[in-house]
């Protein structure tokens, strides 16, 4: 191994370790109060060390963040590319969604929970948001294709319906809301499967999705999905 290699390693070794002291400290003692000091004390480093990795503590929110968001990604495109029938490969990627809550329920607090984190505005750097909601919708309309869900289904308010009831119940499980005898995993796949089985009658919604990014307006006009916003 070569000299270049060598640092190349060792200052990706220390980035992911103040990634992984930071996030245990967000989630433990909450974002807010956790300054780059408290950080650079966990790695025994010094502030001005990990200024040369991350230049502000939102700065390693956004890393963690992205790296959650790609996580997740891979996860739901690995569950939905194993299906051949539309509806079980759309099953699969929301259930994707449910899964790392339980996988990575550090991950899942700080980036759905925590109410003090910074807000995700540089849609340029989280540009996978717009591929998971692309890639979810599309998966609603291969559906609505295929005859399992009526032609009249709203495809972006179904993906709305399907998240919230696949958010609702891995927030139950990470923020620890049920009781001791009470089965996480089958209160997801009875909610998911409620709802599916709903949007299948052709319920009504009124719901009205308005993607907010320029990146989720873009991906909305591909082949097979529709922009109703």
Not at 121 to 142: K, N, P, Y
């Amino acid at each position: 191994m070569g000299i270049k290699e060598r640092q190349d390693r060792d200052r990706a070794a220390v980035r992911d370790a103040i990634l992984h002291a930071a996030r245990e400290l967000f989630v433990t003692e909450g974002y807010r109060p956790v300054s780059m000091r408290r950080i650079a004390e966990r790695i025994e480093y010094s502030p001005a060390a990990i200024y040369g990795y991350f230049t502000s503590k939102d700065e390693i929110f956004f890393a963690l963040a992205e790296e959650g968001f790609r996580t997740m990604q891979a996860a739901a495109r690995a569950a939905a590319g194993g299906e051949s029938d539309p509806l079980a490969a759309m099953r699969a990627g929301f259930w994707a969604y449910y899964q790392f809550s339980r996988e990575q329920p550090q991950y899942f607090e700080l980036m759905f929970v925590d109410r003090t984190v910074p807000q995700l505005t540089d849609m340029e750097r989280f540009s996978v948001l717009a591929e998971m909601w692309h890639d979810g919708v599309a998966s609603i309309a291969r559906c609505v294709e295929a005859g399992i869900f009526p032609a009249t289904l709203d495809v972006e308010a179904a993906f709305h319906i399907l998240w919230a009831a696949t958010h609702g119940a891995a927030t139950l499980y990470v923020c620890q809301r049920l009781g001791p005898e009470e089965n996480p995993d089958l209160l997801a796949s009875d909610t998911l499967d409620t709802v599916i089985a709903g949007l299948r009658t052709g319920v009504r919604t009124s719901f009205v999705s308005s993607p907010c990014t320029p990146a989720a307006r873009e991906v909305s006009a591909a082949p097979g999905v529709t922009d109703h916003a």
